[in-house]
Each structure stands twice: as structure tokens, then as C-alpha cells.
């Protein structure tokens, strides 16, 4: 039988099948290609599945191979990584302006992640009730004028109070398993709620004193939009993991550098300082804008355990 893991708590997999829902283990140990990996069978998962004796639980005995998957740095195990979900057809990244707000980085990561997937991305900013300092707005002039043109629309919204989120979405998510990410205390867990009034996923304030979300969603967890629409809602995220990227590789998860590549003097330029480097050339001419290729460098410096 085939089912899709719709929830994970551990050693139990919530699995919907065409009988219906089934907790679900696993026996023995998984294989994972070359993945080091903290959570064998991930949310999004397809797998096949033999029914127990008693009729109510199953084994996994096979998880399907997967189309794509977004993965985090392990909290526990710095050279690990744990996938958050899998098999999604696109990602809402849910960012804020202020308490706290997220960094170019953190997108930009986060859209490495999806690019080398090819899962297109979706930049939600939120709670755009609390946007009163002139300093919140420049900041979303930056967003809008860097990520817009390259193809992530960016769509401003308040979860919290916004009456028509579900009928304005409805044509986004229609047919498709969507990952919700972001930061914790961003408002994904609010979003989630407007859209699946059944899913009464806890949300919590934000503390008053660290600006820093306490993360009330510990688990991935797939919810019903309505019949083929999925909505993923993952625990807060401090940082995505970028696994088996090499140097020459990185390029190409930056839509605009993916461009001319082919156009640089050397064919394994890794646009720092090559003599002949298109890149350098369309960024000085202002083609590319400097704050992304900022984060090109600094992905690239990173150690690759982390990677
Ligand atoms: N002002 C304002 N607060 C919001 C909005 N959306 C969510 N929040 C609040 O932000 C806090 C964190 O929300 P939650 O959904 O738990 O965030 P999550 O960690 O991303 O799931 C809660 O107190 C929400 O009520 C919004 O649009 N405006
Ligand atoms: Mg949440
Ligand atoms: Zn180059």
C-alpha cells in the first residue's frame, strides 16, 4: 500500500493512505544515499507500507525516491542535516521587517535551497500592520527591488488580521503541496491557521525581551488545503542547510549569476577575482545587485560541513 507521511513525532509516522490514516514505524535501519541525516523518513515522504497483524498499524517498508527536499543544520549535530519536508511544488519563505527581522542572508539561503531544486519561491512578508518607522519600509523597498525581478514575487500581508488571506491564496496553492518556512514567530503557524481552520496549530507571542519567537511547532506537519492542496508547516528555522554544493556549483542557484555563466574567461571562475570574469563585469555595470552578490561570497567562504 502507498501512502504520504504527513506527520512524524519521532518513532511514529502519521501516514494518509486510501484507507485513511495510519500510524506507521519503521523497521530496522534506512539506507540514505550518502545523506548523513538526523530523521530517516521526512514529511512529504511517499512510501509503501505493509499493514501489522492487528489491522491499524503499518511498517514502512520503502520510502520512494524523492523529487526534491528542503533541508536545516541540525541543532544537535553540527555536521548533520535534517530534512523538513520533501516532495513540495513550491515554498512560501515567511519573512518580517522587525521583531525580529530577517536578514538578506537567511533568504538567500534559504532560495539556494529551493533553486537547486527548481522549487519556485514565494517571499511572504508579514505582519505589515506593525510597519510604522520609515526604516521598516526602506527595508521592504530593498526586498520588493532585489527579489521581485528575479522571478520571487513578494507578497505582503497580516495574517493575523487579514479576513480575505484564504479566498487571495487560494489560486497559489490550488493542486499543490506547499512548503511554509521561515523564521520562528514570523506568523507561519497564524497563516496556517486562517487557511486550515482545522489545523489549530499552536501560536505563541513573541517574547517581549529577546525579540526571538519560542517555537511552539517542533515538527513538520502536512495539513489538507482542500482535495490535492497541501500546505507544510515547519518548526522555526535558524538557518538551511546547502548540502553537496561545490564552489562552481553555487552559481547556478542564483538566478541572475546563472546567466552568464559560460561567459566568464575560465570555466571554473568562481567569480571572486578572475581576470575575464563576466560576473564581475555585469555586477560593476550594476546588473547584479550588491547585496546578493555578497551573499554569493559569503555561502561560498563558508566551511563545507556546513554547506
Ligand atoms: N501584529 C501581527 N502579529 C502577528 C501577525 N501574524 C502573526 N502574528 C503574531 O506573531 C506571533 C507568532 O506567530 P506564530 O504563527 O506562532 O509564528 P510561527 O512561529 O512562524 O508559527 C503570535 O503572537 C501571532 O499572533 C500579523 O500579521 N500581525
Ligand atoms: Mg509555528
Ligand atoms: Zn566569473
Known amino acids: 500500500m ?41 514529511v512529504g515522504d511517499w512510501v509503501l507500507l505493509s499493514l501489522e497483524e492487528n489491522q491499524e498499524t503499518a511498517v514502512i517498508a520503502e520510502i520512494l525516491p524523492r523529487e526534491n527536499y528542503i533541508i536545516r543544520k541540525s541543532t544537535r549535530k553540527q555536521t548533520f542535516s535534517h530534512i523538513l519536508a520533501s516532495n513540495v511544488d513550491q515554498a512560501f519563505l515567511m519573512i518580517t521587517l522587525n521583531n525580529p527581522r530577517t536578514s538578506l542572508g537567511f533568504i538567500d539561503r534559504f532560495l539556494v535551497s529551493t533553486e537547486s531544486f527548481r522549487i519556485p519561491a514565494f517571499i511572504l512578508v508579514n505582519k505589515s500592520d506593525t510597519w ?4 521598516d519600509l526602506e527595508y521592504l523597498e530593498v526586498i520588493q527591488e532585489i527579489y521581485a525581478p528575479l522571478g520571487y514575487p513578494v507578497l505582503l500581508m497580516a495574517s493575523l488580521h487579514e479576513e480575505n488571506l484564504k479566498e487571495d491564496l487560494r489560486p ?4 499543490k503541496t506547499t512548503l511554509l518556512a521561515g523564521h520562528s514567530g514570523v506568523g507561519k503557524s497564524t497563516l496556517l491557521n486562517q487557511l486550515v481552520p482545522t489545523a489549530s496549530q499552536s501560536t505563541r507571542p513573541v517574547s517581549k525581551f529577546t525579540s526571538k519567537g519560542v517555537h511552539t511547532t517542533t515538527f513538520a506537519e502536512m495539513f489538507a488545503f482542500e482535495e490535492h492542496a497541501y500546505l507544510i508547516d515547519t518548526p522555526g528555522i535558524k538557518e538551511f542547510g546547502i548540502l553537496d554544493i561545490e564552489d562552481q556549483e553555487l552559481s547556478h542557484y542564483f538566478v541572475e549569476l546563472r546567466k552568464y555563466l559560460g561567459q566568464c574567461k575560465y570555466n571554473n571562475c568562481k567569480h571572486i577575482n578572475e581576470p575575464g570574469c563576466k560576473v564581475l563585469e555585469v555586477l560593476e555595470e550594476g546588473y547584479i545587485h550588491p547585496y546578493r552578490y555578497d551573499s554569493y561570497i559569503k555561502i561560498l567562504h563558508e566551511e563545507d560541513s556546513y554547506r
Open 2 to 42: 502507498k501512502g504520504r507521511v504527513i506527520k512524524s513525532t519521532g518513532s511514529w509516522y502519521q501516514v494518509s493512505t486510501e484507507k485513511g490514516m495510519l500510524q506507521c514505524r519503521l523497521r530496522g535501519k534506512f539506507k540514505q544515499d550518502d545523506l548523513k541525516l538526523t530523521n530517516p523518513v521526512a
Open 172 to 175: 497559489l496553492l490550488k493542486g
Open 132 to 135: 510604522t518607522k520609515d526604516k
